[in-house]
């Protein structure tokens, strides 16, 4: 069984990547849409820019988020006067950079999906008479759902596991923004804390384990 600080640390994984996800899906769809379907000469800046958190150090894309995100940051000063929103070193700053480093993941799915779609129906749809905004919400959407669900459930697991932008941009705070990751490596700093990380570290397996399988059958299953 989990102790106190363990099912903090579970919970607050969840409420983080669950709100990541919530978040960026939205822009996801986007992205992957255009990429998919697009045929702008700019296509590739765009594809680079939506690919760059995977390729760069999470610690230094969390850090490009505290310099925007920050207390004297343009957006986080503009969020906390306006809105009286702070993100820097809360629970919003953690799901901000599971939101950002899983953005890729997410994005590479839904454009794949948007890629298999059949585009006869998608001509079919506007022969009839629907616009193209009308096409997408009615046909290409539905179509590509699997890919978007898969891109979901990997861009999930991998803000479970986020730590080098997390530590960043929102801290290691205990009950605040000590996800299972930061909880980990607060044990490991302990000593003999290695033996009391265990439980942790097999559940972060687990549940990984889950949304690979999750996603490639939700792939296949696209595909097929």
């Known amino acids: ?58 610690v230094v894309t969390g850090y490009l988020l505290l310099l925007l995100f920050g207390r004297h940051g343009p957006l986080g000063a503009f969020l906390e006067q306006t809105l009286g929103v702070r ?33 006869r129906l998608e001509m079919a749809a506007r022969t009839l008479g629907a616009n193209r905004l009308a096409t997408f919400f009615t046909v290409s959407l539905p179509l590509a759902s699997r890919g978007i669900i898969a891109g979901s459930v990997l861009a999930f697991a991998r803000g479970l596991g986020e730590f080098g932008a997390t530590i960043m941009v929102a801290g290691n705070i205990p009950g605040q923004t000590q996800t299972i990751p930061l909880a980990i490596y607060s044990l490991a700093e302990r000593p003999h804390g290695i033996e009391q990380t265990w439980r942790l570290v097999g559940l972060c397996v687990l549940l990984a384990c889950a949304a690979v399988v999750a996603s490639r059958l939700l792939e296949r299953r696209t595909h097929a």
């Open 87 to 119: 993100v820097a070193f809360t629970w919003l700053g953690a799901a901000l950079a599971a939101a950002v480093v899983g953005f890729p993941l997410m994005v590479r799915a839904i454009r794949l999906s948007f890629e298999s779609n059949d585009r």
């Open 1 to 58: 069984m989990l102790n106190d600080v363990e099912w903090n640390a579970l919970g607050l994984s969840l409420q983080v990547s669950l709100a990541a996800v919530a978040a960026s899906l939205p822009f996801a769809v986007v992205v992957g849409y255009r990429l998919a379907r697009g045929r702008s000469r700019l296509l590739w800046l765009l594809d680079a820019l939506s690919s760059l958190p995977l390729v760069l150090p999470p």
